[in-house]
C-alpha cells in the first residue's frame, strides 16, 4: 500500500488570512489555540473552508490532505466545509460550532461519505506537547466509515492500541525506531486490515497517521511534523499566565478553581516559584462517590491536604515524569508512577491524559480522577 504523503499549508500564510477575521488576542497574555483540517471523505470532493462565515485561507483541500497547524484565539467559532470555489450556502458540513480551548491542539476530520449522507466532522484534541530526545508521539485515527473497530499491534501480537472505531483517534507516546504494524480488527491478530510494516518513527517528531478511504481498498493519510516546526507555537504560550491563572480560564477545571478557592491556595499557584500541577477535570471530579465533594469542600484541613497531594514543587515536564516511579507531593506522601501500554497512570488507575502545559510558574498535567492520599 503506498502511503500518500499530505500537503501542508504554512501556518503564518493562514494565521495573516484568518486574523482579520477574528477577535484579537492580547499581546501581554494571548489566549491561544491551534487547529487543522484532515479531509478523509473518500467521495467528497476538494474543500474549502470558512471561518466565522469568511473563507479562512485553507483552500482547494482534497481527499488525504490534512492542512498544517493554524493558531487562533480561543473561543468559539463558526466552521463550515464547502465545496472548492463554492459559496458557504453550499457548504456539505455546517457551519457548526466549534470551541477551541486555551492551548488546545484541535483536529477536524471531514470523515463519512456523500453517498451515505454519513459526512461530518470528527474533532479530535491531540497532544501536542514536548517529547523527550528520544520519543516519537503517534495519533493514529479511524477514518474507513464500513470497517470495524480496530487495534493496531506489532507483529509479535503486542497491542498499541486497542478498540478503536470509526471518528476516534488515539494518541501514544513511544520510543523512536522501526515498528512493524498491523492493524487488525479489534480483539483479533487477523485478517490484517492494513499492513505497516518497516514503520520508522524518528525521534521528536509527531505523526498523525488516518485510515481512510472503504474497507476493500483502505489508504493511509499522513502528517509528520517535527518538533522544532512547532515549538515556536508551543513556546508562545509558555511564560504569559499562571497556573492559576490558566486553570481560572479553562472550563474543564471549574471544580479544581473552585476547590482552589475555597482552601485559599490560589495565590500560591498564581505567585512566583516553580510548580507541577497534576490538574484533575470538571469529569474527574464527578467521578467521585456522591456527597464526596460537597464534604471535602466543607473541610477546609482536608481539602487543603487534598490538592497539595496533586502538586510537585519544581517543574517536571511529561518527559520527566515517565522516567519516575514515584514522586513527593507538597502534602508530603507519597505518588506512584507508571507506565503502561504507552500511557501514564498515578496511583495505578488516575491516567494523565494531556500533558505539559506551559506556565510562568511551573506546568499542568491534565488527569482523569482525584488523587487521594
Do not use: C
Request: net charge neutral.
Amino acid at each position: 500500500m503506498t502511503r500518500k504523503l499530505t500537503k501542508f499549508v504554512l501556518t503564518g500564510m493562514l494565521l495573516a488570512l484568518l486574523i482579520g477575521l477574528l477577535p484579537a488576542a492580547s499581546a501581554q497574555a494571548p489566549n491561544l489555540s491551534r487547529i487543522r483540517i484532515a479531509h478523509l471523505s473518500t467521495d467528497a470532493p476538494a474543500v474549502d473552508i470558512y471561518v466565522n462565515g469568511a473563507a479562512s485561507g485553507i483552500q482547494t483541500l482534497a481527499f488525504g490532505d490534512i492542512s498544517g497547524w493554524v493558531e487562533l484565539p480561543a473561543g468559539t467559532y463558526r466552521v463550515a466545509v464547502v465545496p472548492a470555489g463554492a459559496p458557504i450556502d453550499q457548504a456539505a458540513i455546517g457551519p457548526v460550532s466549534l470551541n477551541l480551548p486555551a492551548n488546545g491542539w484541535t483536529t477536524v476530520a471531514a470523515i463519512g461519505s456523500l453517498a451515505s449522507g454519513s459526512l461530518r466532522p470528527a474533532v479530535y484534541r491531540e497532544d501536542v506537547s514536548r517529547l523527550a530526545a528520544d520519543q516519537a508521539r503517534v495519533t493514529v485515527f479511524h477514518g474507513i466509515e464500513d470497517a470495524p473497530a480496530v487495534d493496531v499491534m506489532l507483529a509479535d501480537g503486542t497491542k498499541l492500541v486497542r478498540n478503536l472505531a470509526f471518528g476516534q483517534g488515539r494518541t501514544i507516546t513511544v520510543p523512536a525506531g522501526t515498528y512493524d504494524l498491523q492493524v487488525v480488527p479489534a480483539g483479533t491478530a487477523s485478517p490484517v486490515v492494513i499492513n505497516l510494516a518497516g514503520t520508522t518513527l524518528d525521534a521528536q517528531k509527531f505523526y498523525f497517521v488516518a485510515a481512510s478511504n472503504r474497507l476493500a481498498a483502505p489508504q493511509v493519510a499522513l502528517s509528520v511534523v517535527s518538533l522544532s516546526q512547532i515549538s515556536p507555537l508551543i513556546d508562545k504560550f509558555a511564560s504569559t499566565r499562571s497556573i492559576a491563572e490558566i486553570a481560572a480560564s479553562d472550563g474543564r477545571f471549574s471544580t479544581l478553581v473552585t476547590a482552589l478557592q475555597a482552601a485559599d491556595l490560589v495565590d500560591v499557584l498564581a505567585g512566583p516559584g516553580s510548580f507541577t500541577v497534576f490538574a484533575p477535570t470538571n469529569a474527574a471530579f464527578a467521578k467521585l462517590p456522591a456527597g464526596t465533594l460537597q464534604a471535602v469542600l466543607a473541610d477546609k484541613n482536608l481539602l487543603t491536604t487534598i490538592l497539595k497531594y496533586h502538586v510537585l514543587g519544581g517543574k517536571a515536564l511529561a518527559s520527566d515524569v515517565v522516567g519516575l516511579t514515584s514522586f513527593n507531593p507538597l502534602d508530603g506522601g507519597s505518588v506512584r508512577v507508571e507506565v503502561r501500554d504507552g500511557k501514564v497512570f498515578l496511583n495505578d488507575s488516575v491516567q494523565i491524559i494531556l500533558t505539559d502545559i506551559q506556565a510562568n510558574n511551573g506546568v499542568i498535567h491534565v488527569i482523569d480522577g482525584v488523587l487521594v492520599p
